[in-house]
């Protein structure tokens, strides 16, 4: 069976903090990855899509390293608004028909 | 608007008494899961669709069943409600051409009394 490993967390940062979540997964010929962002009592949204190269997205940063199997997310200068819970997800888009897996998920706090 | 809906967005059954959850999409993907979210915890994959194909996972209690009539619908049937099947259950979309997100609706939030 799969799976994906996150950071336990919780994570209480100060407003202004950087903070690095990281995720290891199973290896997979085809693989792709994505951070989701749940908010209480709410579904998964999408933060980002993680790309081989990198990507980032204003102030967060999205990093894959394949030889280790980890995913990461960087959150630059912490807003109050980033208090969530983030979801390394793992979706193999090859043999095993789409599978979709999640992390446990690490829970943010980002305090005044 | 909306892409994947589910109804109702709050659902109280009785304990063992059947109860079926809904979910559409306009999206036109071919995969839809259904995950079960309690608490604190990450959602749980009960099964998935691709195409009409079902793969169910292997914890997965007997007591979750599923159809898929056709592309735009899913449903979940919980046939004997336990108290312990209270959560929040997701479903979400995807499409297997590419590297595409999955997508969900806003869940289903099941009481049992």
């Known amino acids: 069976r799969k799976e994906v490993e996150q950071d336990p967390g919780p994570f209480n940062v100060p407003e202004g903090a950087t903070v690095a979540f990281n995720c290891t997964y199973s290896?997979?010929?085809?693989?792709?990855f994505f951070w989701y962002r749940q908010d209480c009592r709410k579904e998964p949204k999408l933060l980002m899509s993680?790309?081989?190269s990198g990507n980032e997205d204003g102030r967060f940063t999205a990093q894959l390293n394949r030889a280790s199997q980890y995913i990461s997310l960087l959150i630059r200068d912490s807003k109050l608004s980033d208090s969530a819970t983030y979801l390394c997800?793992?979706?193999?888009?090859?043999?095993?028909?789409?599978?979709?897996?999640f992390g446990k998920g690490t829970k943010l706090s980002v305090k005044p | 608007d909306a892409m994947v809906i589910q109804n109702p967005r709050y659902q109280v059954t009785q304990f063992g008494k059947p109860v079926t959850l809904s979910c559409s999409q306009t999206?036109?993907?071919?995969?839809m899961y259904w995950y079960q979210q309690k608490s604190s915890q990450a959602p749980k994959l009960l099964f998935h669709?691709?195409?009409?194909?079902?793969?169910n996972e292997a914890d997965t209690p007997d007591n979750f069943q599923s159809r898929r009539p056709n592309t735009s619908f899913c449903f979940l049937d919980i046939r004997s409600p336990g108290l312990g099947d209270a959560a929040m259950y997701l479903c979400?979309?995807?499409?297997?051409?590419?590297?595409?997100?999955?997508?969900f609706g806003q869940g289903t939030r099941l009481t049992v009394v």
């Open positions: 993680v790309y081989s």
């Open positions: 669709y691709y195409d009409k194909d079902f793969n």
């Open positions: 999206l036109n993907h071919n995969v």
């Open positions: 997800v793992v979706k193999d888009y090859g043999g095993s028909q789409g599978n979709l897996i």
């Open positions: 979400a979309t995807s499409s297997d051409r590419g590297r595409t997100e999955a997508f």
């Open positions: 290896n997979s010929a085809s693989q792709s």
